[in-house]
T-cell receptor, first 123, second 113 residues
C-alpha cells in the first residue's frame, strides 16, 4: 500500500510555456501533500505544503504565482510551473502523507511517501 | 526555523564494513526523524524512522539512534553491501506543522566490492 504516482516523469518545454505536474495517492487518502525541488547532487528543498480544499502554504522564497498548486481532492495535487524559464529546470518531487495509523501514521508521526519525480527541462 | 545538518557528504566503505551517518537538528520541538535512501534518478524511499520517545531502533542491518539532549541522530548500516550504495537523507519533523519534513544535505554512500 501507500503508492504515490507522479506524472509526467519527464517533460521538455519551450521557454514561456506552462507545465502541469500531477501527484496522486493511488491507494490511500492523503492528509497532506508536499512539493519539493531537487537540484543535481543536492537535497530536497520543500517548496510548499498542500492540504485538500485549502490554499497551499509556500516556503520562504518560493513564488506562489510562479508555482501554482491545486489540491482538489484527497488523492490529487497538481503543481503548475507558469511561464517556465531555463532556470526552472529541475527535478520536482511530490510526496503524500496520512495520519492513518494503518499507514504508519498517528501520534504526530506521518510518513511521507514520495512520487517518482518529474524532470523538467526548459529550453 | 528548523535546520538539519548532515555529515559526511560522501562516505566510501569496503563491502562488509559498517557505515555511520550523523545528523543534528536545531529545534528541540522536533519529534519524528526518518531516514530516506535515494538511488540515482529514483524516488526517496523510507528505510527507518524513530520517534522522540525512543532512543534506538533497529531493523536487520540498519539502526538509528537518537540523543534528544544533544539533538543528534545517527544512521548505522552494518555488513554493508554494494546495493547499499545510494544517497541517504536524514530529516526532522515537528508534529504540529502537518508533518513538514526538513531534510539534511544528504550523504552519498559508496560501498566498494
Amino acid at each position: 500500500g501507500a503508492v504515490v504516482s507522479q506524472h509526467p516523469s519527464w517533460v521538455i518545454c519551450k521557454s514561456g510555456t506552462s507545465v502541469k505536474i500531477e501527484c496522486r495517492s493511488l491507494d490511500f487518502q492523503a492528509t497532506t501533500m508536499f512539493w519539493y525541488r531537487q537540484f543535481p547532487k543536492q537535497s530536497l528543498m520543500l517548496m510548499a505544503t498542500s492540504n485538500e480544499g485549502s490554499k497551499a502554504t509556500y516556503e520562504q522564497g518560493v513564488e506562489k504565482d510562479k508555482f501554482l498548486i491545486n489540491h482538489a481532492s484527497l488523492t490529487l495535487s497538481t503543481l503548475t510551473v507558469t511561464s517556465a524559464h531555463p532556470e526552472d529546470s529541475s527535478f520536482y518531487i511530490c510526496s503524500a502523507s496520512s495520519f492513518n495509523i494503518a499507514l504508519g501514521g498517528g501520534g504526530n508521526k506521518n510518513i511521507q511517501y514520495f512520487g517518482a519525480g518529474t524532470r523538467l527541462s526548459v529550453l | 526555523g528548523e535546520n538539519v545538518e548532515q555529515h559526511p557528504s560522501t562516505l566510501s566503505v569496503q563491502e562488509g564494513d559498517s557505515a555511520v551517518i550523523k545528523c543534528t537538528y536545531s529545534d528541540s520541538a522536533s519529534n519524528y526523524f526518518p531516514w530516506y535512501k535515494q538511488e540515482l534518478g529514483k524516488r526517496p524511499q523510507l528505510i527507518i524512522d524513530i520517534r522522540s520517545n525512543v532512543g534506538e531502533k533497529k531493523d536487520q542491518r540498519i539502526a538509528v539512534t537518537l540523543n534528544k539532549t544533544a539533538k543528534h541522530f545517527s544512521l548505522h548500516i552494518t555488513e554493508t553491501q554494494p546495493e547499499d550504495s545510494a544517497v541517504y537523507f536524514c530529516a526532522a519533523s515537528m508534529g504540529n506543522q502537518g508533518g513538514k519534513l526538513i531534510f539534511g544535505q544528504g550523504t552519498e554512500l559508496s560501498v566498494k566490492p
